[in-house]
C-alpha cells in the first residue's frame, strides 16, 4: 500500500510540474546562465535548433545584462536562413482575449534579424508552427516592444521563431515576455485610455481621428485573426484604414512616452 501511495504521488507530481498556464510573465531572471545546446529546457522553457552546417553551433542563450538582469539570446552561428526557436510553457488553450507583449533587439555588432511569434501544437515539432502576425525585422542594439494578439486557437504552446537572414552568426535578444489579458480591448467607437490617447472612425470609415497632446511614436492595427494589416504614423491626427475591409480590428499605439495602448475599433 505505501509503495502505491508512493507511485500515486510521483505521478501526481509529474503531471503538476507542467501543468498549463494560463498567462505567463517571465522576466527570465531566475533561469541559469549559460551559454549552447544544453541551456534549454529550463523552467519548462525548450529550445529547437538547426542541425549545424560548420562551426560554431547554433545555440540558445541565457545571458546577464548585469548582475542579475538575465535575458534570451539566440545565436545563429554558420546557419544563416536556419529558423531557431524558443518555445514557452504549455497554456491553456488560447480563447482570443489575450495578448503577447515582449522585448527585442539585435545585439550590438550583430547583422539584422527576425522575429516571428506564432503557435504550435507540438513544442517538438515546429512544422506545427502556425505565425500569429508577421515577422519582425530587429535592426536597432536597443530594446523595442513588440505587442501580438493571440488569437483563439487549439494550439497550446507560444512559439518565438529567430531568424538571422542578413548574415551567419546573428545575435537576436528577447526579454520580458507577457502573456495576459489586455484591460482595455472594449470595443468602442470612441476610446480614452491612460495615457490620454483619444480616437475614433470617421463618418466615412476610411480614417481614425486622433485627439493627442503628442503624436504617437507608432500605430499597429491588425486582423481579428491576428494578421498585422497596416503600420504608420498619424498624417495630420488622422490614421488611414480606407484599404481595410469591414469588420473588427485591433490596435496597438505606442505612445510619445514610451508606454503601450491596446483597443478595438469596428470599420463598418
Known amino acids: 500500500m505505501k509503495l502505491r501511495l508512493l507511485i500515486g504521488t510521483l505521478m501526481f507530481t509529474a503531471l503538476t510540474a507542467n501543468a498549463q498556464v494560463a498567462t505567463i510573465n517571465e522576466n527570465f531572471n531566475s533561469f ?89 501544437s507540438n513544442p517538438a515539432d515546429m512544422t506545427t508552427f502556425v505565425a500569429l502576425a508577421n515577422a519582425t525585422t530587429l535592426t536597432s542594439d536597443v530594446f523595442q516592444t513588440i505587442t501580438v494578439p493571440v488569437t483563439a486557437s487549439t494550439s497550446q504552446y507560444i512559439v518565438f521563431k529567430f531568424v538571422g537572414a542578413f548574415a551567419p552568426h546573428t545575435v537576436l535578444e528577447i526579454d520580458d515576455v507577457a502573456y495576459n489579458t489586455a484591460s482595455n480591448l472594449a470595443v468602442s467607437d470612441n476610446v480614452k485610455s491612460k495615457a490620454d490617447v483619444q480616437f475614433a472612425v470617421n463618418a466615412d470609415n476610411t480614417a481614425l481621428q486622433f485627439v493627442t497632446k503628442k503624436d504617437p511614436k507608432n500605430i499597429n492595427i491588425y486582423s481579428a485573426a491576428g494578421q498585422k494589416v497596416a503600420e504608420g504614423k498619424l498624417n495630420g491626427q488622422e490614421f488611414n484604414i480606407n484599404a481595410l475591409q469591414t469588420g473588427v480590428y485591433y490596435i496597438i499605439i505606442e505612445t510619445a512616452e514610451g508606454s503601450v495602448v491596446k483597443s478595438k475599433f469596428i470599420k463598418k
Open 32 to 120: 541559469t546562465q549559460g551559454q549552447g545546446q544544453t541551456v534549454f529546457p529550463q523552467n519548462q522553457w525548450t529550445a529547437i535548433y538547426p542541425a549545424a552546417v560548420g562551426n560554431p553551433a547554433p545555440m540558445m542563450n541565457v545571458i546577464a545584462n548585469g548582475a542579475t538582469d538575465n535575458f534570451i539570446q539566440a545565436y545563429s552561428g554558420a546557419n544563416q536562413n536556419s529558423p531557431e526557436y524558443l518555445i514557452t510553457p504549455q497554456i491553456v488553450a488560447p480563447a482570443g482575449d489575450k495578448t503577447l507583449t515582449f522585448k527585442a533587439r539585435r545585439n550590438t555588432g550583430s547583422a539584422p534579424g527576425s522575429i516571428q511569434v506564432g503557435l504550435a
